[in-house]
């Protein structure tokens, strides 16, 4: 493991914490071929490799922070089909 690696692993620790195995996994599919990822990611990764640390994900109420994809997010609960009782 050479130390660029260590750094973006202790990096995803630090900024996903639990998720962060998960996140470097979404790395190495991205460097395979970034259409393996989502648009959000995609941007996300060029940006960490390319020097630029993008913002936590989980940081609010930053108007300056760069916004990752376009898609607005939708409510799963909007598109539930109503029944009857």
């Not at 640390?53 to 598109?79: F, I, N």
């Amino acid at each position: 493991m050479n130390s660029n690696t260590k750094e973006l692993s202790a990096f995803f620790e630090e900024s996903f914490g639990s998720n962060a195995a998960y996140v470097e996994g979404l790395l190495n599919r991205y460097k395979k071929d970034p259409n393996l990822v989502d648009d959000t990611w995609q941007a996300y990764f060029c940006d960490l490799l390319n020097g630029i640390v993008p913002q936590e994900a989980t940081t609010v109420g930053k108007e300056d922070r760069r916004e990752y994809g376009s898609k607005p997010h939708r409510s799963d609960r909007d598109e539930l089909p109503q029944y009857s009782r």
